[in-house]
């Protein structure tokens, strides 16, 4: 069966500094997006992104955070200066985009800033 | 934000026997639920979705009932097996287009015991 796959599995940095968290969505799916999950808290949504573009973004994903689709692979989160309270688990999902379907997630990068 | 609640953080069912899980939801915006099974270090993996225009959903062992007057659904499971301990998300999404913003709740962690 098709996978999310995300990389690296874990992250570890230091405040301030820029991390890439990268994701290869399933090949036929069109609709692209990031959830967290703080430990002890629930999973959000971050963003989704169609077409080359943001649809969809949390008031969580502000001016630090960027999303990419740099080829026809690859998705990427960006978080430009990493602050203590980003540390979560971060999952990409991808959906085929048909109508009512559903997410398919990736295992998640644990991302700790020091 | 509490639109989407488990109130019940935990569950222990007998092998062999009908596991309930109960979520709630305040926004009638939401048409469309899902139920994710997460299991540690792992994404959450898509069980089994419901429209709002159904009032159940059955896909072999798993069940979802909706209540849409009550903004009930529950998700039964039987008969239960231990593989099936997991953490149990339930998740819900308004009619945005296709990009579909999940709000989860803080899900159920089930135990069956063998």
């Known amino acids: 069966e098709p996978e999310v796959t995300q990389t690296p599995s874990h992250q570890v940095t230091q405040m301030g500094q820029e991390v890439i968290l990268r994701c290869v969505p399933i090949?036929?799916?069109?609709?692209f997006y990031w959830y967290r999950q703080i430990l002890g808290q629930k999973v959000e949504f971050l963003v989704s992104f169609y077409n080359n573009e943001i649809s969809e973004k949390s008031e969580i994903f502000d001016d630090q955070f960027s999303v990419e689709r740099p080829d026809g692979s690859n998705f990427t989160l960006k978080i430009r200066s990493t602050k203590l309270e980003d540390s979560a688990m971060y999952f990409c999902a991808s959906s085929a985009g048909t109508g009512n379907e559903k997410l398919f997630f990736g295992s998640g990068t644990q991302l700790s800033v020091l | 934000d509490q639109q989407v609640k488990q109130n019940s953080p935990s569950l222990s069912v007998q092998e062999g026997r009908i596991s309930i899980l109960n979520c709630d939801y305040t926004?009638?915006?939401?048409?469309?639920f899902l139920w994710y099974k997460k299991y540690p270090a792992e994404g959450p993996t898509f069980l089994i979705s419901?429209?709002?225009?159904?009032d159940k959903n059955e896909d072999g062992r798993f069940t979802v009932f909706l209540n849409k007057s009550a903004k009930h659904l529950s998700l039964h499971i039987v008969p239960s097996q231990p593989g099936d301990s997991a953490v149990y998300f339930c998740a819900a999404s308004e009619a945005a287009g296709s990009a579909r913003q999940l709000t989860f709740g803080s899900g159920t962690q089930l135990t069956v015991l063998p």
């Open positions: 926004n009638s915006m939401f048409d469309y």
């Open positions: 090949s036929n799916h069109l609709y």
């Open positions: 419901i429209s709002s225009i159904k």
